[in-house]
């Protein structure tokens, strides 16, 4: 029974356009603390009544404009040599 009430549940939260801290983490897989450094950074948060919401379309879009080219992309092989004493 509790595999079809652990479904329920995701399915549940994976339609809610709004998820509060905890279910927000595990939609992205990231720790808590994560998300609440990611909201330090400027991440969208809405407070209502002092209760926290985080919008997953508004996050996918706010890690969407600090996505930056990987740093392999942009550089030459790395070549190494051996220096001797």
Do not use: C
């Amino acid at each position: 029974m509790g595999v079809v009430k652990d479904a329920i549940k995701q399915a549940t939260t994976t339609s809610k356009p709004y998820l509060n801290r905890k279910e927000i983490s595990k939609y992205f897989g990231v720790a808590e603390s994560t998300i609440t450094y990611w909201a330090s950074l400027g991440m969208p948060v809405a407070v209502i009544d002092g209760r926290k919401l985080y919008g997953k379309q508004s996050i996918t879009n706010w890690l969407k404009s600090h996505e930056m080219p990987s740093q392999r992309q942009n550089k030459k092989p790395v070549t190494m040599g051996v220096v001797k004493d």
